[in-house]
C-alpha cells in the first residue's frame, strides 16, 4: 500500500529555516515524482515544489524560488524540502504527494497519492 508520511513542521522566527521529511513506502521512489503542496487557512491547496528522483528534475513555484530546496534520498525512500528565509506568508499546512513520474506538472489534481500534512508557522 503506497504511503506518505510528512514530518518537520512547526513554529519558527521570521527568516528562520526548516527542513520537511517525506517518507515514502508501499513503492518505488525512481517512478514516480514527489511534490510538495501547502494550505493556508481559508485558502485553496497550492503546489510549491516537485522533484523526479530517477533524473533529479525539480521545480518550484515562483513564491519559494530561491529560498526552498527539494532533495530526494532514494536509499531511505524520503524526499526533504528545505525552507530557508521562511516568512508569515509561508504560514501553512505541507503536504507531500506522489504522482506516475512520466509526465509530471505541478498542479494539485496531477498528484494521486497524499499524506496527512505537517504544520509550519511562522511567527514572531
Known amino acids: 500500500q503506497l504511503q506518505l508520511v510528512e514530518s518537520g513542521g512547526g513554529l519558527v522566527q521570521p527568516g528562520g529555516s526548516l527542513r520537511l521529511s517525506c517518507v515514502a513506502s508501499?513503492?518505488?521512489?525512481?517512478?514516480?515524482?514527489i511534490g510538495w503542496f501547502r494550505q493556508a487557512p481559508g485558502k485553496e491547496r497550492e503546489p510549491v515544489s516537485y522533484?523526479?528522483?530517477?533524473?533529479?528534475?525539480?521545480e518550484y513555484t515562483e513564491s519559494v524560488q530561491g529560498r526552498f530546496t527539494v532533495s530526494s534520498d532514494i536509499h531511505s525512500s524520503t524526499v526533504y524540502l528545505q525552507m530557508n528565509n521562511l516568512q508569515p506568508d509561508d504560514t501553512a499546512v505541507y503536504y507531500c504527494?506522489?504522482?506516475?513520474?512520466?509526465?509530471?506538472?505541478?498542479?494539485?489534481?496531477?498528484?494521486?497519492?497524499w499524506g496527512q500534512g505537517t504544520q509550519v508557522t511562522v511567527s514572531s
Open positions: 504527494a506522489a504522482c506516475d513520474d512520466e509526465i509530471v506538472v505541478l498542479r494539485t489534481d496531477w498528484f494521486d497519492y
Open positions: 508501499g513503492f518505488n521512489l525512481r517512478h514516480y515524482a
Open positions: 522533484i523526479k528522483s530517477s533524473d533529479g528534475t525539480t
